[in-house]
């Protein structure tokens, strides 16, 4: 294990404690509240959308939310860690099949829907 392997462990340790981050995975709508910093100012701008791939690597984890604004689709990939992130907040689970649903860009309309999942006792 080299040094930036060890001084990532140790700060993911931290960061998992300080964030408190809810369980997704792909397929499900989440809510993102991020910090915008313009000029002296900072403000929180809420982002909603289909989580369409999560990529895990410790520190370096990230994921990307989709949505459909206005007939277009925009992508924004988040670092899981990131201090601009306020909190993630867990709307609602979907069931999908893949890991990474990149079908849903040719998708449009009701056909781009993913099914809920049902609740697991």
């Known amino acids: ?12 340790e931290r960061l998992r404690k300080d964030k408190n981050l809810p369980e997704f995975s792909s397929g499900d709508k989440v809510r993102v509240h991020i910090k915008i910093i313009e000029g002296d100012k900072t403000r929180i701008q809420i982002f909603e959308g289909i989580v369409i791939r999560k ?5 370096r984890s990230s994921f990307v939310i989709r949505k ?3 007939g277009i689709g925009v992508e924004r990939i988040f670092p899981l860690y990131s201090p601009n992130i306020e909190k993630i907040e867990l709307v609602e689970r979907g ?22 999942l049902e609740y697991r006792s």
């Open 95 to 116: 069931k999908v099949r893949r890991s990474r649903i990149y079908y849903l860009r040719k998708l449009r309309g009701k056909a781009a829907r993913i099914k809920k």
């Open 1 to 12: 294990m080299n040094v930036v392997d060890k001084i990532e462990k140790e700060n993911l």
């Open 55 to 59: 990529k895990r690597g410790s520190v």
């Open 68 to 70: 459909v604004s206005f």
